[in-house]
C-alpha cells in the first residue's frame, strides 16, 4: 500500500509539471535549440553545440519531465532539419532536462557558481554517455564542429576511443556550462507572469 501511494504520489507530482503554460514553453523550448544548434552546425563552431539551450531552460522554469519531453522533440526536430546523428543522442537530452530540472528544485540555479556546477555536471554525463554513442555508432565522427577537436587527438597518435574521450573532455565543459549559463540568463528574464506555476524558484539574483 505505501509503494501503491508512492508511485501515485509520484504521478501526480509529475502531472503538476503539464500546466498550460508548460505546453506553451515546450514548443518555444524545441525552438530555442533547434535554432542555436543550427546556427552552430552551420559555423562548425568547435567547442559549442547548444541544442540543449531550450531543454535546460524548460527544466528550470517547467521541471525536470517537461524537460525531457523537450528533449525527445529537440533531437527529433534537429535530426531532421540538422544533422541526423542528433537522433542517436536523443538518452542524452532526456537525461539533461531530468538531472537539471532536479538540481533546479533543490536550488542549484540561485546563484551563478552553483549554475556553473550544474554545467559540469550535464558536462560529466554526455561524456559518460555520450563518448560511447560516437564511437559505437558514428565511428567518432558525427559531422559537427567538434570533429576538428577529434581530428587533432588522432593527429598525436591516439586510437579512435581515446580521440573522442578526448574530445568529449575538452567540448563538453565549454558548451554545457556555457549552455546551463545562458539558460539561467534567459530564465531570469522572463517576466513573472509568463512562467509556469510550476517554476522552480531558481532566479534569485546572485550576489
Known amino acids: 500500500m505505501a509503494s501503491s501511494g508512492y508511485a501515485g504520489s509520484f504521478v501526480d507530482h509529475i502531472r503538476q509539471e503539464f500546466t498550460t503554460q508548460t505546453w506553451t514553453l515546450i514548443p518555444v523550448g524545441v525552438a530555442l535549440s533547434v535554432v542555436a544548434a543550427y546556427i552552430v552546425n552551420v559555423v562548425k563552431v568547435p567547442f559549442l553545440y547548444l541544442d540543449a539551450l531550450g531543454v535546460l531552460l524548460v527544466a528550470i522554469l517547467a521541471g ?31 537525461t539533461f532536462g531530468l538531472t537539471a530540472g532536479y538540481m533546479a528544485r533543490r536550488g542549484w540555479f540561485r546563484r551563478y557558481w552553483r549554475v556553473v556546477v550544474v554545467g559540469l555536471v550535464v558536462a560529466a554525463i554526455s561524456i559518460v554517455l ?8 558514428f565511428g567518432g565522427v558525427t559531422g559537427t564542429g567538434s570533429d576538428a577537436v577529434t581530428t587533432f587527438f588522432l593527429a598525436t597518435g591516439s586510437n ?10 575538452v567540448v563538453e565543459p565549454t558548451d554545457k556550462v556555457t549552455t546551463v549559463l545562458l539558460a539561467a540568463l534567459i530564465a531570469r528574464r522572463i517576466p513573472d507572469r509568463y512562467r509556469p506555476e510550476t517554476a522552480a524558484t531558481v532566479l534569485d539574483r546572485d550576489r
Request: charge should be neutral; charged fraction near 0%; glycine fraction near 8%.
Open 160 to 169: 579512435i576511443w581515446s580521440a573522442v574521450v578526448g574530445q568529449t573532455l
Open 64 to 94: 525536470p519531465w517537461a524537460a525531457a519531453i523537450t528533449g525527445v522533440f529537440v533531437n527529433a526536430v534537429v535530426g531532421f532539419l540538422v544533422n541526423p546523428t542528433f537522433w542517436a543522442y536523443t538518452p542524452l537530452q532526456v
Open 130 to 137: 555520450g563518448a560511447p554513442i560516437t564511437v559505437v555508432a
